[in-house]
Each structure stands twice: as structure tokens, then as C-alpha cells.
């Protein structure tokens, strides 16, 4: 369940923010989401992307600013500069809990305030945005020319977003066109991913084009084709969480890391001592159910049971992966075979299905009581082959590494190590 947290900005103010944690186990990283303009930290955008996150490893914290939502303070007196000055505050409290964020990411307005600080905060390695205003005067043409005249005249005015009624301030006018975040981005070197959609009909894809050219490398661009502003689909807040995940995982070491390099150095009881770690997985419990993070090398996944009986469905099962790994291997074979004979062949696809079936169903199976596994491979081959050369690729596809694997004499053995 998220956790309830709260800190309070440079006017003593209190602000209300909800931690996002994955169950069990070290996260792989910490996050702090800054939501878009008079929004919310339960936005769609920010809850969505937050849990995604969460169910991926990530520890994230989404807050709402002054004056929004549950947190204290005046909308009204606030602007953009207090939007960052809450950020500080936001990671300041963080820090004190002993988990800096690593990882800015900001959506719409939000994203230009993360920009905006990125460089001032050393335990910031990553900054991502969504749906980004290149400059923070871009939230002007919001306010129709009436509003706009008022402000002028009066110093205030009452303008709709989003179906609600805010005061906005001749000050936040000022603040938004005084301040620049463009000047700042050239000279930050912290890898930067920029996520938008190019049918954006509140903030124009040009404004990510104008961050892509004015920020360092290294700079990341992703299209969320289809997607509105607010990320309302939650296939698409979907996809940006596995994309940041993704993109996050190339800078940010994975908790399995720390549990290798310890059992390699550890002379007396590691498996690895005297070896290449290449070659070997490690499976990590995240939570006290079935969720596992396994880690193979650079790669890391997740596996999972489905809910119904009992997991959480964050990732493949087991069977699933073994599945995956007879899959896999035969359409490699198949493809190093075609490649070898210069066979024309398009393309290969490999389907399985694991079962537990009678053994009097079994025509092959020598003993003919109790159950036995099945698992039935199908194979679909593309391409102008002779009905001879697809019956040799079925043989072929028999020699795969793990398919003898499955079928030879194996020995597992079981022991118990210490992780010092």
C-alpha cells in the first residue's frame, strides 16, 4: 500500500505526498514525480506512472504542490519558482529519510520544474519529462485574453483549468516569463529522456524538439504516439513507466549487482569464486509472496505467479520462462541451420504450450502410470522450401541446446551459501 508522507516547504507550509514502494526487497531506484500545472499528485498521469514504476522496483514519491490538492498554502500566491522551491523541499525530506531521489521526473509543467533544478541536485543522476513545456511561460495561453486583461488591470483573476476555478497573480505572470529553462539545459551532462506525444493538443511536440536541441547528450527521445496530454489511457501511462524503467536501468545499478559482486568475493562460500559470473543468474525474492527479480548477466526481468493463485502478475511464471528457453534456443538453432545452408528462409516462430497429462496418453512414455509433462512446440516456418528441407528443419529444430537439455540425463545439485 502506498505510505502517506508529508514535509513541509520554506514558508513552514505543510505538503502532502504519497510514496509508491515496491514490495519487499532494496529498490532499484528512487524517483520523485513533479505533476503538471494546478493538477495534483493523483492525477492520472502521476498515479499511474508512479505505480507503474512501483511495480517494476522503483520507489516514488509524487507530492502536491502548494495550494494543490491536500497540501497547505495558497495557489494563488504561489508560481513556477515556488513549484521548484517545493521540489527542494521535497527532496531535502527525502534525503533525511535516507532515500534521495536518483531519478526526476516531471509531467507537463512539472517537467520543466525538474529541468529547471536537475543540475543544483547532486544525488540526481536521471531526469525524464512528459508532455514538457520547453519554457514555463508556455502555461500563458491557458488563460484567454479577458483573464489576460484582468490580470493587467487588477493584478488577479479567476481562471478555469481543468473545470476548476484558480486565482492567478500579476507575480506568477512575471515569474513564469522571467524565468528561462532552456539557458540552463546546455550545460548539464546528466542523461536526459524526453517523452512525448507528437498529437499533444495542449503542449505542441515542438517544445520537445526545442529541449532535445538546447540539452547535452546524453538525450533520449520517445514518441507517445496516440497518446492526449494527460495520459488518460492507461496503456499509455503503462508505457511510460516500462519505458523510464527501461531507459533508467542503463545508469542505475540493479540491486542484484550488490548481491553478486559480495558473493564473489566471498572465497569459501561462493559459487563464483573461481569463475566468470557470465553464465550465471540470480534470482531475487522482491516480496514475501511469489514476485522474484531475476537478473542474467545486463538483463534483468520479473517473474511471477497470476493473481489467482496468490502472485501479483508482475511478471512471466516459471514455466513460462522454461517455455521461453526451449522457444528461444529453437528458433536459434533453426536460424543458424538456414543461414549455414543458405536456405530462403523469411522468418521463424516457435509456439509452446506446457501440460500434465495422463501417462496412458503418452504413446512415447514407457511407464504408463501417473502423469507425465508435455509440452507441445509448434513451429511456423517462412520462407520457399522443398517439403524435404522443412522435414530436415524439424529434425534440426530436435538438436536445440535446451531440447537435449530437457531430454538428457541432467543432475541438480542444492546447497547452502552465505551472502557476507
Request: hydrophobic share 40%; glycine share 8%; with cysteine.
Amino acid at each position: 500500500m502506498p505510505k502517506k508522507f508529508e514535509f513541509r516547504n520554506e514558508n513552514g507550509e505543510t505538503l502532502s505526498g504519497v510514496l509508491e514502494e515496491p514490495i519487499g526487497g532494496t529498490p532499484r531506484g528512487v524517483a520523485l514525480f513533479a505533476h503538471c500545472f494546478s493538477c495534483g499528485k493523483n492525477v492520472l498521469a502521476a498515479s499511474r506512472v508512479s505505480r507503474g514504476l512501483r511495480d517494476r522496483g522503483f520507489a516514488v514519491l509524487r507530492f502536491d504542490f502548494t495550494g494543490i490538492g491536500e497540501s497547505e498554502g495558497e495557489f494563488a500566491d504561489t508560481n513556477f519558482s515556488t513549484n521548484v522551491s517545493d521540489l527542494r523541499a521535497a527532496i531535502n525530506a527525502m534525503r533525511q529519510q535516507g532515500m534521495a531521489p536518483g531519478i526526476l521526473i516531471g509531467h507537463s509543467l512539472g517537467g520543466a520544474a525538474v529541468l529547471d533544478i536537475a543540475d543544483e541536485i547532486e544525488e540526481v543522476k536521471l531526469v525524464a519529462t512528459i508532455g514538457a513545456p520547453s519554457e514555463p511561460r508556455h502555461v500563458v495561453h491557458l488563460f484567454d485574453e479577458t483573464a489576460m486583461q484582468q490580470i493587467e488591470q487588477t493584478g488577479q483573476a479567476e481562471v478555469s483549468l481543468g473545470g476548476r476555478p484558480f486565482i492567478i497573480k500579476k507575480q506568477f505572470l512575471d515569474d513564469v516569463t522571467e524565468t528561462s529553462v532552456l539557458k540552463k539545459l546546455g550545460a548539464s551532462g546528466k542523461p536526459l529522456l524526453i517523452c512525448h506525444s507528437p498529437t499533444d493538443q495542449v503542449v505542441g511536440i515542438d517544445n520537445a524538439q526545442k529541449i532535445y536541441r538546447a540539452a547535452s547528450h546524453p538525450k533520449s527521445f520517445v514518441s507517445l504516439d496516440g497518446a492526449d496530454h494527460l495520459l488518460r489511457r492507461k496503456e499509455d501511462a503503462d508505457f511510460v513507466a516500462s519505458i523510464v524503467s527501461s531507459w533508467a536501468a542503463r545508469y542505475l545499478d540493479s540491486p542484484d549487482n550488490d548481491t553478486q559482486e559480495t558473493a564473489a568475493s566471498n572465497a569459501n562460500d561462493s559459487p563464483a569464486a573461481d569463475e566468470d559470473l557470465a553464465g550465471i543468474v540470480t534470482v531475487t525474492e522482491r516480496n514475501k509472496v511469489f514476485t522474484q527479480d531475476v537478473s542474467a548477466g545486463r538483463h534483468h526481468l520479473v517473474a511471477d505467479e497470476p493473481v489467482s493463485v496468490g502472485g501479483e502478475d508482475l511478471g512471466v511464471t516459471p514455466y513460462d520462462l522454461l517455455l521461453s528457453a526451449l522457444g528461444a534456443c529453437t528458433s536459434m538453432t533453426l536460424r543458424m541451420y538456414a543461414n549455414r545452408k543458405g536456405l530462403a528462409v523469411d522468418n521463424i516462430q516457435v509456439k509452446l504450450k506446457h501440460d500434465r497429462i495422463h501417462a496412458t496418453d503418452c504413446e512415447s512414455c514407457e511407464d504408463q502410470t501417473g502423469k507425465v509433462d508435455q509440452i507441445r512446440r509448434w513451429i511456423r516456418i517462412e520462407g520457399d522450401l522443398t517439403e524435404a528441407q522443412r522435414e530436415r528443419m524439424l529434425e534440426i529444430a530436435d538438436m536445440c541446446p535446451v531440447h537435449r537439455t530437457l531430454h538428457n540425463q541432467k543432475q541438480i545439485t542444492s546447497e547452502f551459501i552465505n551472502f557476507k
